[in-house]
C-alpha cells in the first residue's frame, strides 16, 4: 500500500482485541435461535460459555442471567432504574478514571446530566457541519489514492479512517496524525483489558493502565491549550469547553476522560461495521448493483447491515432490585446479560430474521443500544459509513470479491466482523 498511515502497532492492538473477543467458534445465530425457542431468559453467564471476558470484567461472583428476547432486552436497556450499568466503573470503567466522565458508567440524574451536555454535541444538526471535512478525509485521503491499484483490502483504511475522522473531531492538528494511530492503538489495548484467563489479567491490566495513561496526557495538554485559547473552534474539545446545561460546564478533567474514551468508543465500532456491512454487500452482487444505482439504498443498507450483524452481540446490566421476567426470579445484583445479536433475530419482531433484506420495514435494533444509554455517536457512525460506502461505490468500478483470496468471512461472539475484505475493481 503506498499510503504512508499504515501502523503496526494499530493493526497489532486490533488484531489483539479482536482475538480477546473472538471466543469459541459457535455458530452464534443458531445457538441464539434456540435459546428463544427454549430458554429465552437463561440462568448463567452466557458470554462466559462462548469464551469471552464478560463484558465489563465485573460479575464479581454475583448470579447471572441471560436474555434473548427482543422485548426482554428491549425492557432492560430501556428501564435504567431497574437495570443500571454503575458496575462498569469496577469493569473497564477501572480502565479510565474513576471520577471522570465515563458516562457508559453512569445512571440516573448524573447520567442525565452529562447526556444533557453531550448529546447537542452530537446531534443530527450539530454532526452536519463536520460532514465535508469527514467526506474529505474518507474519500481523498483514503479512498482515491488506492483507485490506480485496483485491488486493495478493505480494512487498510476501514482501520484507519474512524480514527481519523474521531482524531479531527477531537480537534488534534494534522501534522500529529501518525502518533495518533499509536494512541488508538493503546486505546484499544484498554479494551482488551479485561481477559477470561486470571493469570493473563495482571500482565494485561499494566499494559492498559500504561496506554489509559500517556492518552490521558496527551488529550488533557490539548484541552488545556484550547481552553488557554477561548475555545474558539468548532472541534468536540472546543464544543464542550463552551457546552452548558442547567447552568453547569465541564471542567478539564471530563472533556479528557470523554475525549479520551472517543477514541475507543467511535473507533473500531466503526471498522467492525464496515467490514460486515460491505461483506454483506459484495457477496450479493446484484444488491451491489442496485444500491450503486439508487443511492437512497444506502441508508436501508446500513440499517439493515447493523440489525444483522450487530457488532457487539451482548450488553450488560445489574438488576438494583428482585424482578421477575417471564417468571423467572431475577435477584437484586444479579448481572443481567442481553443478547443483542438474538434480540436482533427475534421472528415474532421481525420475518424472515435471518435473512438478510434491505427492504424489510425496519424496526429498531439494539446494535446502537436502547434507552438512556444509546449511543450517543450513532448519527456520525452512521454519516461515516455512509461517506464510505458511496466513496467506494462511486471510485472503484464494478467493484467485486477478490477471486484471488480468501472470501471475507463475518467471525467473533462477541466483536463481530470481517478481518479482511479483499475485493478488486476495474
Ligand atoms: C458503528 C459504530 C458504533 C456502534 C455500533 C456503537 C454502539 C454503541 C452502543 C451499543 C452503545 C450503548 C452502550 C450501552 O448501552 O451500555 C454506545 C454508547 C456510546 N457510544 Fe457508540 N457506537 C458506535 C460509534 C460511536 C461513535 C462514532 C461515537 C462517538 C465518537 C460513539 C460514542 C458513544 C458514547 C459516548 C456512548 C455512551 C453513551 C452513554 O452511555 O450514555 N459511538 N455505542
Known amino acids: 500500500m503506498k499510503t504512508t498511515y499504515r501502523s503496526e502497532k494499530l493493526e497489532e492492538a486490533f488484531a489483539a482485541l479482536s482475538a480477546n473477543y473472538r471466543g469459541t467458534d459457535i ?13 429465552p431468559v437463561a440462568t448463567g453467564d452466557f458470554m462466559n460459555s462462548i469464551g469471552v471476558p464478560t463484558h465489563a470484567g465485573a460479575n ?19 428501564d435504567s432504574a431497574t437495570f443500571n450499568s454503575r458496575f462498569m466503573a469496577k469493569g473497564f470503567g477501572s480502565f479510565f478514571s474513576a471520577d471522570g466522565l465515563v458516562i457508559t458508567a453512569m445512571d440516573g440524574e448524573a447520567h442525565r446530566k452529562a447526556r444533557g451536555l453531550l448529546q447537542p454535541v452530537f446531534a443530527p444538526d450539530a454532526v452536519l ?51 495518533f494511530y499509536e494512541y488508538a492503538a493503546m486505546g484499544l489495548t484498554v479494551l482488551a483489558g479485561p481477559k477470561i484467563d486470571p493469570a493473563e489479567e495482571a500482565a494485561s491490566r499494566e499494559r492498559a493502565m500504561k496506554a489509559t495513561n500517556t492518552l490521558y496526557e496527551t488529550v488533557m495538554a490539548l484541552v488545556k491549550r484550547r481552553r488557554a485559547e477561548g475555545a474558539p473552534g468548532d472541534d468536540l474539545v472546543c464544543r464542550l469547553l463552551r457546552a452548558e446545561f442547567e447552568g453547569r460546564k465541564l471542567d478539564d478533567h471530563e472533556i479528557t476522560t470523554f475525549a479520551r474514551s472517543m477514541v475507543a468508543a467511535g473507533g473500531e465500532t466503526t471498522t467492525r461495521t464496515f467490514s460486515s456491512i460491505m461483506t454483506l454487500l459484495l457477496q450479493r452482487p446484484a444488491l451491489v448493483e442496485r444500491v450503486r ?62 435473512t438478510f433484506d434491505i427492504d424489510r420495514r425496519q424496526k429498531p435494533s439494539f446494535t446502537f443500544g436502547f434507552g438512556p444509554h444509546m449511543c450517543i455517536g450513532q448519527y456520525l457512525a452512521k454519516m461515516e459509513l455512509s461517506i464510505a460506502i458511496n466513496a467506494v461505490l462511486d471510485l472503484f468500478p464494478n467493484i467485486r470479491l477478490d477471486p484471488d483470496r480468501p472470501a471475507p468471512v463475518i467471525a467473533g461472539s462477541m466483536l463481530r466482523g470481517a478481518s479482511s475484505v479483499p475485493v478488486i475493481w476495474d
Open 27 to 39: 455458530d452464534l445465530y443458531a445457538v441464539c435461535r434456540d435459546r428463544r425457542a427454549t430458554s
Open 60 to 78: 464479581h461472583g454475583h448470579p447471572t442471567f441471560t436474555l434473548f428476547k427482543y422485548n426482554d432486552v428491549k425492557n432492560v436497556l430501556q
Open 129 to 179: 457541519p463536520w460532514r465535508a471535512a469527514i467526506e474529505h478525509q474518507i474519500r481523498d485521503e483514503f479512498i482515491l489514492p488506492l483507485v490506480p491499484d485496483k485491488r486493495a483490502d478493505l480494512l487498510d483504511f476501514g482501520l484507519y479512517f474512524p480514527i481519523r475522522v474521531i482524531y479531527g473531531l477531537i480537534g488534534f492538528p494534522d501534522e500529529e496524525l501518525g502518533n
Open 293 to 354: 444505482n439508487d443511492r437512497s439504498l444506502v441508508s436501508k443498507l446500513i440499517d439493515e447491515g447493523v440489525r444483522f450483524e450487530p457488532v457487539s452481540t451482548v450488553k450488560v446490566r445489574q438488576a438494583v432490585r428482585d424482578v421477575e421476567i417471564r417468571g423467572v426470579q431475577i435477584p437484586r445484583d444479579a448481572m443481567v446479560q442481553c443478547v443483542v445479536a438474538s434480540a436482533n433475530r427475534d421472528e415474532e419482531i421481525f420475518d424472515n430474521s435471518d
